[in-house]
Each structure stands twice: as C-alpha cells, then as structure tokens.
C-alpha cells in the first residue's frame, strides 16, 4: 500500500473513531501537516487551553507534548484526555524540575510567580498565574509596576518581556532547545539572498536574533502577521511546523524556516513534537492509551493559575 493510501485509510479510521468516542483532537502548530489536517481545531498553547476548557468531548486527544495533555487534564478532570505518544516531552519544561522550582520559590518570600505554560502540572501548582507568549506581556504588566514577580522557567522570554514592560523579574533558568538553536548567522545569510523577506521571530529564541526580527510574537501572532501583511516572503524563526498553517492560508507566500547551528539541517523541528504520527494517534484512539493522568493534589492547586490566565486573557480579549 502506497503512502497516500495508507494516510487515507487511517484518517478515515481515526474520524470514525472520533464520532463512536465522542473525541476531539486538538493540536499544536508544531504539529506534522497531516496531524494538523485531521485535527478539529489547531492552534498555540493558550488556544489549546482554551478549547480544552470549554470542549464537550468525552475524550480529547492533544497532540502536542506531555505539558500540554496535562493542562488539559487539570481542566478537565473529568474526562479522558489522551496524548498519542507519551514520550513527547519537553526540553523547556525539563529545564524546571518541580522540587527545585518550589525550593526556588521558597528561597524568595513575597514575590508573585508567574509560569510559563511549558512546565508541569507539579511546576504550576506552586504559581499563582500562567502565561503563554501569546498573553505574557498583558498579564505581566496587570500587575503593578513594583511587584516583585519570579518568571520561569523560559529565560529568553523572561527577558524579553522585561525589557518591553521595563520590569525586573526575577528569571529562572531555562530554555527550549528549538529556539536556543537558531543561528545568527544563517538568518543574516538568508536575509542576504532574500533582502525584501520579513523575519518573524517566537520570543523564546535569544536576545541576539530577536534584534534581526521585524516581528516578534506567539506563534499564533506569527500566523496572524503573516496573514494580513503586505510582505510576499518571510524568514520563520520558530519551529518550522509553523509553515503548514501560514502555506494553507497564504499559498502565495514564500516561507522560509529559520536554520539551526547544525549544518547540515535546513530547518529546525522539535524532535518531541514529532514523535505523534496519525498512526499512532488511530492507536490511541482505538485502545484510548496512552492516558494522561495528574496527581489530584497537585491538580487541584495547578488548576487555580490555568483558570487566573484563562480569566484574564478573556479580560483583555485574547
């Protein structure tokens, strides 16, 4: 059976699978094109929070990365949320092991903690508000100016954000080890070959290339950008599954990924993000495994910053 075929039968099992269940399946923009094809609403962190929390489903398949399931999970305790491989992790949220950011929090008494969506459930129930990069900069500047707020765990984003709010969070640590990859150069190279092309820049990727971009914002505000600008070609610097979107609704576009350091790759995906398949998202489905599952304790506790986010991004008409 040729490729083709084969993806048509298993999409065609997958939907009849999603009636039987009564499922949904949500997906990142880091998604592979075929996962975001078959997917009932695709979209960024905060967008997948939201739909999650207000989805009627009997069962939700994310397919994105274990940090998303678990959101999922602390606001919808009630249903089964699946996750197509339980493997696909996240090299941002593994920079902030829950032990040491709690000792971290601990160590500074009276600060505010406000986490990034990539991280545990363990991480969010000792925050008091989570942000994506879509609602960071708003949340961050609800508070006033003289609060003393801890961000983790995304150091780039924490820095971006207080040098646009003229705050002075105090970081943790940490980094996605897609974003910490772009290389400086290549973009320079790539902007030399293509000196009409706009660069679009996530405000995860370091401090060095976001000066060379034209735009910086959530993936989703990428999209957007691309969308409605006058501009025919742009230079992506985020993870490239990003492209698929922009391509379907701007087919008269050039997108270009923004290339890693590594020489010899002309784009730059999270490895995590595609462990999922369609294969494996009709197996999960079938057999309703892998299964995400959250301490209820900490569930409790994490689910009080995901609904403060939730709240106040509608506040502000995100």
Not at 92 to 105: I, K, M, N, T
Not at 186 to 205: F, G, N, Q, R, S
Not at 249 to 259: E, G, N, V
Request: charged share 25%; hydrophobic share 40%; aromatic share 6%.
């Amino acid at each position: 059976m040729k490729r083709g075929e084969k993806n048509n039968d298993l999409e065609t099992a997958i939907n009849q699978l999603k009636k039987q269940k009564n499922a949904v399946i949500l997906a990142h923009y880091y998604q592979k094109g075929e996962i975001q094809d078959i997917a009932d609403y695709v979209g960024d962190s905060l967008a997948l929070a939201q739909w999650a929390a207000k989805t009627t489903a009997d069962i939700i398949v994310l397919c994105g990365v274990h940090f998303m399931g678990e959101t999922a999970k602390v606001l919808c305790p009630d249903k089964k949320v699946l996750i197509p491989d339980v493997n696909a992790g996240c090299s941002l949220a593994d920079s902030c092991p829950a032990d040491r950011f709690a000792q971290f929090v601990k160590e500074h008494p009276g600060y505010t903690v406000i986490s990034y969506v990539n991280t545990t459930a363990a991480v969010k129930s000792v925050t008091d508000v989570v942000v994506t990069s879509t609602n960071a900069r708003q949340i961050v500047e609800s508070f006033p100016e003289d609060e003393k707020i801890i961000f983790g765990p995304d150091r780039n984003l924490g820095n971006y954000i207080n040098s646009i709010t003229n705050r002075n969070m105090l970081l943790w640590d940490g980094a996605c080890h897609v974003h910490e990859q772009f290389s400086v150069e290549k973009i320079v190279e790539l902007k030399a070959k293509h000196p009409d092309a706009l660069v679009l820049a996530h405000p995860e990727c370091k401090s060095t290339v976001l000066k060379l971009a034209d735009f910086i914002g959530s993936t989703a505000a990428l999209l957007k950008f691309a969308t409605k600008s006058d501009a025919q070609t742009f230079i992506v610097t985020t993870e490239s599954g990003i492209l698929h979107e922009m391509q379907k609704q701007s087919p008269d576009k050039t997108f270009i990924p923004a290339p890693p350091n590594d020489s010899t790759c002309a784009c730059n995906e999270c490895s995590f993000m595609r462990l999922n398949t369609l294969e494996k998202l009709y197996h999960c489905l079938k057999y309703e495994h892998p299964e995400i599952e959250v301490d209820l304790e900490i569930a409790k506790k994490a689910v009080k910053p995901i609904k403060r986010m939730l709240e106040i991004s509608e506040k502000l008409g995100l």
